[in-house]
């Protein structure tokens, strides 16, 4: 039975029809967890809760894009939540690259700074959590990939059905405005912007 389909079915409630359809997606699902989460454990249990929210939330999907991406989209929020929930361990920057397109990453460490630091660390993920929300999804996506789960410019065009070029460009637009985004003179970016520039991040 093909995908949209399984999809139709999923939505009038078929469970059957639903493991058919979450099986092909559990390996990328489990793949993406671990890229953005770095943890066995962590990436198993946040896998299994997008499981649960694609059944939950099907109905959510209204076919304007791929299933797939729906997908990528349910997993990756649910990672970044994860990530801003877990002040003891993780830490979101932004680092400024050395090569000669001036590229940066978003880096995600583990950290055994003390109680205050965990609390601030948590104050920046939530910054750039919401600055990710407010950019374009199509801008969204490309950071994401490049920059969290490190996939190489060509695996993006192959993943998203776009051309280099097109990988390029939006990784290039959305950069620059997610940058924008965090040097916004109001809360939460100016406190994330007054931390990360004592660090030398910004």
């Not at 990528?72 to 929020?77: A, E």
């Not at 003390?114 to 407010?134: F, G, R, T, Y």
């Amino acid at each position: 039975m093909n995908e949209a389909k399984l999809i139709k079915r999923v939505k009038k409630g078929d469970v059957k029809a639903f493991e058919e359809l979450i099986q092909q997606y559990e390996p990328i699902i489990y793949n993406t967890c671990m890229k953005i989460l770095k943890n066995e454990h962590e990436a198993y249990d946040a896998a299994q809760e997008v499981c649960i929210k694609v059944w939950k939330q099907i109905d959510r999907f209204e076919g304007n894009s791929k299933f797939s991406t729906w997908v990528y989209r349910v997993t990756t929020n649910q990672c970044l939540d994860i990530l801003r929930k877990h002040k003891s361990q993780k830490v979101v920057s932004i680092e400024m690259g050395n090569n000669d397109e001036g590229d940066w990453s978003l880096d995600v460490e583990d950290t055994t700074q003390d109680i205050l630091k965990h609390i601030e660390n948590n104050e920046m993920v939530d910054a750039l959590k919401l600055a990710l929300s407010e950019l374009k999804e199509e801008h969204r996506q490309v950071i994401l990939l490049r920059d969290v789960e490190d996939y190489s410019y060509e695996e993006i065009s192959q993943k998203l059905s776009i051309s280099l070029g097109t990988v390029k460009s939006r990784l290039s637009r959305g950069r620059q405005n997610l940058r924008n985004i965090l040097l916004q003179d109001k809360e939460p970016f100016n406190s994330f912007w007054s931390q990360n520039s004592k660090e030398g991040i910004l």
